[in-house]
Structure formats: structure tokens, C-alpha cells
């Protein structure tokens, strides 16, 4: 199996920054896309951004300019650095990675728990 592992977020004011990181563990072949979600309260899971294994960054047009998302594939983890926060980035933050265990297994999207952001002062 596969673990997803996200730290990082607490309680910062407005304008304030956080990095996030997701680490992956266990039976791991290789590890394509890794992405960040995102889930205000009453909202629907959204997309944050996302990279490939060879560094190729997609991002929702809300988070262009304030987040960055980044990894280090020698240590299975995506990073993803947020700027200039905002109330309303307010929300659980949880990692996807998919993944290769074996060489000829199909790939699997695995999940991490999530990590709670608040933004206020």
C-alpha cells in the first residue's frame, strides 16, 4: 500500500504564507502527476494545482501568482507554497499522487488525509 502524509498547515493571519508538504511512503515503483485539493467548509473538494514527474506545473486560475506548487521526487513529496493568504483560502488541504507499485501494476490514485488551513487574524 501507499501512504499519503500532508503537514504543514495551521492558523496564519491574512497576507501570511504557509508551505504544505506531501509525503508519499510505502510500496512505491514510481510516482507519476501529484496534486493539491483543496475543501472549504461547505464547499465542494476543488482543484489547487498539480505536477508531472518531470516538473510540468497546471494550476486552477485562482491560485496563479500566490501558490507554488514544487517536489522532490528523490523523497516522494510535493510542496506547495502559498502567498499572500486570504480568509478564504480557508480550508482542508489534501495531496493525490498517482502511483506505480510494480512495474506492470496499473497506476493508482492514492489520497492523503488532508491538512487544516485557517486564515485569521
Known amino acids: 500500500q501507499v501512504q499519503l502524509v500532508e503537514s504543514g498547515g495551521g492558523l496564519v493571519q491574512p497576507g501570511g504564507s504557509l508551505r504544505l508538504s506531501c509525503a508519499a511512503s510505502?510500496?512505491?515503483?514510481?510516482?507519476?502527476?501529484m496534486g493539491w485539493y483543496r475543501q472549504a467548509p461547505g464547499k465542494q473538494r476543488e482543484l489547487v494545482a498539480t505536477?508531472?514527474?518531470?516538473?510540468?506545473?497546471s494550476y486552477a486560475d485562482s491560485y496563479k501568482g500566490r501558490f507554488t506548487i514544487s517536489r522532490d521526487n528523490a523523497k516522494n513529496t510535493a510542496y506547495l507554497q502559498m502567498n499572500s493568504l486570504k480568509p478564504e483560502d480557508t480550508a482542508v488541504y489534501s495531496c493525490?499522487?498517482?502511483?506505480?507499485?510494480?512495474?506492470?501494476?496499473?497506476?493508482?490514485?492514492?489520497w492523503g488525509q488532508g491538512t487544516q488551513v485557517t486564515v485569521s487574524s
Open positions: 510505502g510500496r512505491i515503483f514510481s510516482i507519476n502527476a
Open positions: 493525490n499522487a498517482r502511483v506505480r507499485s510494480h512495474p506492470l501494476d496499473f497506476w493508482v490514485d492514492y
Open positions: 505536477i508531472t514527474s518531470g516538473g510540468s506545473t
